[in-house]
């Protein structure tokens, strides 16, 4: 699997948008982008997974660079609850292990 | 409900106990997974399971020992070999085939060693 690099932390203001990025150099053809989110002592949650195209869902948005070697994930409106770590990991189509790097420790702030 | 369950919440043992770690999950998953999580550190994979009866090691099996003897069940031990278990441990699963799936995680366990 491709690995990720993500910046160590990051914070945003309350009601703004929380761009993370995440880089993925190595990504090969058949790699999915998947996101997830750990909050403090819990498992972590899933938000949204893409392969080439963008996608969207009620939780956040994901942006794919065309050439497939970077993405954002996109939370439109950051509340004080989306603080978490958030992780990016690429997985391939037949590989059913899922590795996690060390994330993005996101805080929103009021 | 569905989901999946680990019990307890919070453990402790004596050092040189081995010690088993419940995961159980009624979502007719294929896959199930096994992560450790050392404080401000990410999730590393311990082991896995793409079937029944079947299982691989992740990147830090040493010291831990599984079985997969039914598809819902996924118990870990934390053997006397392993040398610094104290840590937060969780059970993920997943649909099996294709990587359009994503992984569901349970509320981990939190290991102390004494």
């Known amino acids: 699997d491709a690995k990720t690099t993500q910046p160590p932390s990051m914070d945003c203001a309350e009601g703004r948008a929380a761009n993370l990025p995440c880089n993925h150099s190595?990504?090969?053809?058949?790699?999915?982008v998947y996101w997830y989110r750990q909050i403090h002592s819990q498992g972590p949650q899933y938000i949204i997974h893409g392969l080439k195209n963008n996608e969207t869902n009620e939780m956040a948005s994901l942006i794919i660079t065309e050439d497939r070697k970077s993405s954002t994930l996109i939370l439109p409106h950051a509340t004080l609850r989306d603080t978490a770590v958030y992780y990016c990991?690429?997985?391939?189509?037949?590989?059913?292990?899922?590795?996690f790097g060390a994330g993005t420790r996101l805080t929103v702030k009021p | 409900d569905g989901g999946i369950t680990q019990s307890p919440k919070y453990l402790f043992r004596k050092e040189g106990q081995n010690v088993t770690l419940s995961c159980e999950q009624n979502l007719n998953h294929d896959a199930m997974y096994w992560y450790r999580q050392d404080p401000g550190q990410g999730l590393r994979l311990i082991y896995y399971s793409q079937i029944v009866n079947d299982f691989q090691k992740g990147d830090i099996a040493e010291g831990y020992s599984v079985s997969r003897e039914k598809k819902e069940s996924f118990p870990l031990t934390v053997t006397s070999a392993q040398k610094n278990p104290t840590a937060f441990y969780l059970c993920?699963?997943?649909?099996?085939?294709?990587?359009?799936?994503?992984?569901?995680f349970g509320p981990g366990t939190r290991l102390t060693v004494l």
């Open positions: 993920a699963s997943r649909p099996g085939g294709g990587a359009g799936n994503e992984q569901f």
């Open positions: 190595t990504i090969s053809g058949n790699e999915y």
């Open positions: 990991i690429v997985r391939g189509y037949n590989n059913n292990d899922m590795r």
